[in-house]
Nanobody, 118 residues
Framework: QVQFVESGGGLVQPGGSLRLSCTAS????????MSWYRQSPGKGREQVAG????????IYADSVKGRFIISKDNIKNILYLQMNNLKPEDTAVYYC???????????WGQGTQVTVSA
């Protein structure tokens, strides 16, 4: 059974930083590309960042390019998202899933809430 557990969200002021973590089980983590997605109220889920299975190649949404960094620890089986210079429009629930573009699995974790507000 595929499972994702996201953590690390919280309330932060504009310009602040957070690091999200995602643990995954039920599939071969180091053999899969992984991505972060987010969903804000009234909007669909969008991909924020993705990385290849070995973590050497990454992609980012234009809105976060230069501010977010995705990384993948294939020893600990953890996916990270370092978020810097956060903006109010980054407020959303953040999720992880396998895949480099579209999510591979239909199941999702509970997500982690990120709120950027003064």
């Amino acid at each position: 059974q595929v499972q994702f557990v996201e953590s690390g969200g919280g309330l932060v002021q504009p310009g602040g930083s957070l690091r999200l973590s995602c643990t995954a089980s039920g599939f071969i983590f180091n053999g899969n590309p992984m991505s972060w997605y987010r969903q804000s109220p009234g909007k669909g889920r969008e991909q924020v960042a993705g990385t290849t299975s070995d973590g050497t190649t990454t992609i980012y949404a234009d809105s976060v390019k230069g501010r977010f960094i995705i990384s993948k620890d294939n020893i600990k089986n953890i996916l990270y998202l370092q978020m810097n210079n956060l903006k109010p429009e980054d407020t959303a629930v953040y999720y992880c899933n396998a895949g480099y573009g579209s999510p591979r699995w239909q199941s999702w974790g509970q997500g982690t809430q990120v709120t950027v507000s003064a």
